[in-house]
C-alpha cells in the first residue's frame, strides 16, 4: 500500500466515470465516506495507527484517543528502543488478528520479496513529546518516527522531535525537528526492490537492534531479555530474526501459547489497563482510528472498491435507487472480497493448499495406512 | 453569428411583413427581447433533449453561452456563509442549476485552485456541520451564489456561467429554430406560422434563409 490518494480525489474521480460532470453528487458521496472507510478498513484492509503512549504507573492504564474505533496490538519497547511483541488477552473479543504488514502488496512493484514487503509496509511511529516555549509555556509536538528505502537501496529513519532554538546564544523558541539518518545500505534489484538475500535480512536486523539469529526468547523486565537469568520468567518468543524484523515494522506478531500478561480494556473503550506489576514505561498500541474527511487518503489498491462501496451507501436508503442499489450492493461484495484476497495473497494460498491440498500424497509409514483405513 | 446581428436580421424579416401582421410596432430592442427568451427556451429543450441520450448529463449544448465573470465576495454572516452578488448579470438558466458549470475561488496570493462544488438549495444545510469543513461549496440562490467553508483570503469568486450579452454566439441551426419561434410563434408573422409552415418555398422564408447565411458567411466567428 505505498501509493495514496486523497479521497477528494477519489471522489472527483468517481463524479467523472459516473457521468456526474458538474460534480452535483460530490457532497453526498463525501457524506458516505466515513463509513465506507470504517466498513473497508474495519474488514478488509485493516490499516491502523501505530502510537507509543505512557504509561500512568498511578493508575497503570493509558488513556485511548477519542478517535479510537478499536484496538487491536499491544507491544512494548525496551531500552534500546527495540519493539517486543505481548501477547493478546484471549479472553477479550475486540481484539482483531490484523496483517497488514504482512501483506505482498506494500511494493508498488509487486516484487513478492518478504524484506521489500516489510520495508515499504512499515508503519510510521506517532508519539506525543513536551518540552517547553523561552517563556516557560508548555509545548507538546505530534513526532512521527519512520523509515523508507530508496532505489538505490539506501534505508532511512526520520525521527522528529522538540528542538530548542537558540540566536546568538540566546533560547528564542521551540519548534519541531525533524533529522534523517542513513542506517544501511542493502542489496536491490533493478527496480530497488529489496533482495530477500541473507546477508540483507543480518543488515537489516542488525540495523533494527535485532542481533540473535536462533530465535529469540526473552522475559524479564524493561532491561533485562534473553541469556538474562530472569528470562524465564516472560515467556516471549520468536521464532525467527525476520520474524523480529516483521514486528519492528509493525507485523502482527506470534507468542507461546500460554502466555498470560495480558492487558484489558476498559468497559467504556477509553482506557487499556495493565497489571500492577508492568515493567515497562510505554507501550506501542495499534488501533484503528476515526478519520476527518480532509486526512483521509484511499490506498490506490483500493480505490476501485472505495468508489464503488460509495455509490452503494449512496443509493441504499434511496427508494427510488433500489434497483441500483441491489446492482452496486452486489459488486462492492465482490470486489471487497477480492481485495481481501488480493491483499492476503500468501495466507489465503497457504490456508487453501493446507485446506484442500492438490495432490493425494500416498505414505508408506505404517501407522499412516492405518489412520487412513480407519484402524488408527 | 452574435446575438445582436441575429435580431437585426429577424427585425428586418418582421419589418417587411408588419403591416400584413399587426398594426402594433415593435423595436430593434423587443425583437432581441424575442430573441433571448426563443434562445433561453431553445437551451431549456436541448437540455432536456440531452437528458435522453442515456449517455449520462451532457453539457455540450451550453459550450457557446459560457463565459467568466467576476463576483467579489461579501462578508461572513453568522453562519460563516459568503454570498457573490451576480444581479447585475442576467443568465440562461437551466434546469437543476446547470447553467453554472465552474466556480473558482480566487485570493490567498492568486487562485485557490480547484472549482467549488455547486449544490442544490436546501442541501447546504447538510454540510454545515464541522465534519464537512473541508468541502468548500456553493448554493446558487437568487440572482447570485452562496458560498461555504472559504477560506477569509479568498476575495473573489469566478463564476463560470450562461450570461447574457449582445456577443452570445449563436449557430446557424440554432439561430433558424429562433428566427421561426420569434416570426411564427411569438410575432404571428404570415408565412412563418405555426411548427410547420405552410410554405417554406415562399419568398420571406428564402429571403430569411439567405440572410441569415450570409451573416454566418461573414462573420464565421460570431
Known sequence: MARFDPLFDVIDSLCLRSGDILRRNKGLYLDCSTDVWVDLNLTTIKMANRQLFQINKRTNTIDLPSNNLGVFSVSVMDHRGVFWPMWLNDSLHRDLVEVSAMKDCACENKCGYSLCNLIKGYEAVVSTKSDILPDGTPVSFKCVDRKSINREGFLFSETQYPQRVYTDGVWTNTVLHTESTKICQVEVDERGCVCDTHENENLLCHAFGIKNTDGIPFGGDGNSFHHDPKVDTWRYYANSQLESFGVQCGSFHNCRDGFRNIYNIEEGQKKLIFPPHFPFDKVMVRWYSDVELNNMQIPIIAKQTFMTGLQYFASENNDKKQGQANVYGQRYSRQKWGLLLELNKYTVDEMRMILTPPVYIPSYIDHHKHRERGLF | ?222
Open chain 2, 1 to 222: 453569428m452574435i446575438l445582436l446581428i441575429l435580431a437585426d436580421v429577424i427585425y428586418e424579416t418582421y419589418e417587411r411583413g408588419r403591416p400584413l401582421a399587426t398594426a402594433k410596432t415593435y423595436g430593434r430592442e423587443d425583437i432581441a427581447m424575442f430573441v433571448r427568451m426563443a434562445l433561453s427556451n431553445k437551451m431549456v429543450l436541448n437540455y432536456y433533449g440531452t437528458k435522453k441520450l442515456n449517455e449520462g448529463d451532457e453539457y455540450y449544448i451550453t459550450c457557446a453561452l459560457l463565459s467568466v465573470q467576476r463576483f467579489e465576495l461579501e462578508a461572513p454572516d453568522s453562519r460563516g456563509m459568503r454570498r457573490a452578488d451576480m444581479s447585475k448579470f442576467d443568465l440562461y438558466r437551466l434546469p437543476k442549476n446547470a447553467h453554472i458549470t465552474n466556480a473558482y475561488p480566487v485570493g490567498c496570493g492568486g487562485s485557490e485552485g480547484a472549482s467549488i462544488s455547486m449544490v442544490q438549495p436546501g442541501e447546504e444545510f447538510f454540510y454545515q456541520k464541522p465534519k464537512f469543513n473541508s468541502f468548500k461549496f456553493g448554493v446558487p440562490k437568487g440572482r447570485g451564489v452562496n458560498t461555504y467553508h472559504l477560506p477569509p483570503c479568498v476575495k473573489f469568486l469566478d463564476v463560470e456561467s450562461t450570461f447574457d450579452s449582445d456577443q452570445v454566439d449563436v449557430s446557424l441551426d440554432v439561430a433558424y429554430d429562433i428566427s421561426r419561434e420569434v416570426l411564427g410563434v411569438m410575432l404571428n408573422v404570415p408565412f412563418f406560422i405555426g411548427k410547420n409552415p405552410e410554405d417554406t418555398y415562399s419568398q420571406p422564408h428564402a429571403q430569411l434563409r439567405q440572410r441569415l447565411t450570409q451573416q454566418q458567411d461573414q462573420n464565421p466567428n460570431g
